[in-house]
């Protein structure tokens, strides 16, 4: 970027402030832009190719393709930003398919604009996360939206990873008899989000979970746990993790709200604005259904690594109609829901 | 959390349980007014845990419920215009007015704002002067003192865009129609904790006299509201009808008398039309003419409530205690939270809501 | 309805009553609330907090009491 032969030749010599529509425009801007924000953050072989696409080898086997789009506000937030959300998303997302994050795509919408600063230390972050996992971006795009049709910058991932497992996880593996192990405390990306929104006037020691999962879900299979389900949690916290899996597995799922770990700050954020923590977003943790039989070794080796050191079983796979239902710390039972819409702070 | 988690004791809940099963020799009904209570009741499975022969019966407690949609359409209204923007608490943004609401209505394009307190839209106000801010002030007497004190901040700040859309109810109206009805089975009251917070219970002693039912002033946390059943069932066996105080931590039987003298100074008693109820006498607050200039309804033109259409939704008799939620027809199916056919599916307190979120279609 | 959230007074400014605020916290969450209503309340009180206003100083003591007597009376009976 600093290049005094770059400053020589390129006909716009200094990084721009502010995102202008001519850089989604493919030309000299553009290129401009990927010289000096996106190929140092990224740079690998594939990418500094220039192609059109990446093209790579595979093992033989099976291959597992996600995407995941990216919208959060406040872009920078405590404990993350949009970049770093949209790796470990990706990556997460494969994860839960058992497969071992390969290659990822990457690709930005920016709003007129936009504050380049702002952008390299998104991709930046982007590219941190991703080189700390083994993981290479390796083709993108860029376009750019006339000020105000966008929130600042939509980015969307795709990912491939490696099946290397026999298993078929998913809902429909899951048996009743199964446990339920959830890898940590719940809420903290959604209460983060709220609490750095500064209209409501929070001050708050809260920090997004956001990390990827890979290394915990890698470790149960090299153990050979015969994992059923993996689901991580995000938009719709815990609550909808159980509700999907029991809905897409056809089974009933029995939780504890005893056994269901949340941070003080989590606890006091929801309470103050109303909100039901097991409704609020997640950016690191993951719901694991298993045989019962393996539930403790599965939780010896989720304590082992730092982004799942507090996994517990939170619940079981029962017989019964095709629900999720939670045993409050009083003793009454509910059947818990699919939220409508966000949840909104509330008064009443 | 100190004072929250102590409340959710599953012990304590069950000693309550056993205490309340000795006292109890004879079937009885009891209402807890306010949707706050609704939602612990529902959220904790109280009542499955109360003997057989226990009724708890939901009250029109919910402000978002009964404000009426004649409210809501101005609201809209108002919203739409260029100048302005709209705060609102997060429990109005998607009740519905007759023909969309304030969600959908920031979507196409509106300034509308959720704001956690009615401050914030002061500040709003003095930050952009060149803007108009309107804050729809819902609630009941826990929330128009904060209201109040919202409208003389704005008049120590000498702001000439801040005005409020008032739809504050009052209480004491709704649990006197509610006893006043011929066919009324309700038989003890547990009376809304931080409504008393703020006015005190003084004024209930004769409520109880008069209609012969004790009334207990309860907490909003499982051990409160089993506490206050239990209080309820004490007197009802003992053929007691008198005021109580499970809620003593926080209630004094004169109420907060700093917070009285600001809704005093700013608000009037009015009669009002609750959603699904009526008109009330003396049911709701309005702005005295000396803040008029912080009055949207002097500003806007006021808001004219014609009578009710005919409609499915059944929120009349869910409010008065009349019918449960899963009774209704509609219930689940036609109305459901993404397509409610009235208030108490949609708000966060009402009946309808609490008892699909956590019960489902099948309760 | 009436949402309504306790948290202890960690500092106060402002001298005149209807101005005075106080740095309340909850739990690990911080937020500026409106002491007009509570005259009496002091830093390190307790009290409970609606759309950003205090509405009533708790009572600790009665609290305190009330909790004891609950499991004491439920444990010998």
Redesign the interface.
Known sequence: MSDPRRLLDCPVPQPPRRILLGHGGGGALTHALLESVFRPAFSNRHLDAGHDGAVFEVPAGRLALTTDSYVVRPIEFPGGDIGRLSVCGTVNDLAMCGARPLHLSAGFILEEGLDTGLLARLVNSMGETARALGVEIVTGDTKVVDRGAGDGVFVNTAGIGLVEHALEIGPRSVRPGDAVLLSGDVGQHGAAIM?ARD????????VSDCAPLWEPVAALLAAGIAVHCLRDLTRGGLATGLVEIARDGGVAIAADE?AIPV???V???C????LDPLYVANEGRFLCVLPEADAQEALSILRSFDVSAAAVQIGQVVTGPV?ATLR????????I?L???EQ????? | MKFVDEYRDGELAERLTRRIARLQTRPWTIMEVCGGQTHAIVRFGLDRLLPDGIELVHGPGCPVCVTPIEVIDRALEIAARPDVVLCTFGDMARVPGTHSDLLTCKAEGADVRIVYSPLDAVGIAQAHPEREVVFLAVGFETTAPPTAHAVLQARRLSLSNFSLLVSHVLVPAAMEVILAAPDNRVQGFLAAGHVCAITGYEDYDAVARAHRVPIVVTGFEPVDVLEGVAMCVEQLESGRCEVDNQYRRIVRREGNRAAQAAVEEVFMVTERRWRGIGDLPESGLAVRPAFAQFDAEARFGPVVCSPEAETPCIAGEILRGRARPDACPAFGAECTPESPLGAPMVSSEGACAAYLRYRGSAA | MCLAVPGRIETITGTDPLERRGRVEFGGVRREVQLAFVPEAEAGDWVLVHVGFAIARIDEDEAERVLSALSAVEAAS
């Open positions: 609490a209209s409501l006037g929070l001050d708050a020691d809260l005893r941070s003080d700050p606890h006091a954020l309470e103050l604005l109303g629900r409050s710390a009083i003793g009454g039972e509910r059947v829901h939220q409508s819409g909104l702070p509330r008064i009443c």
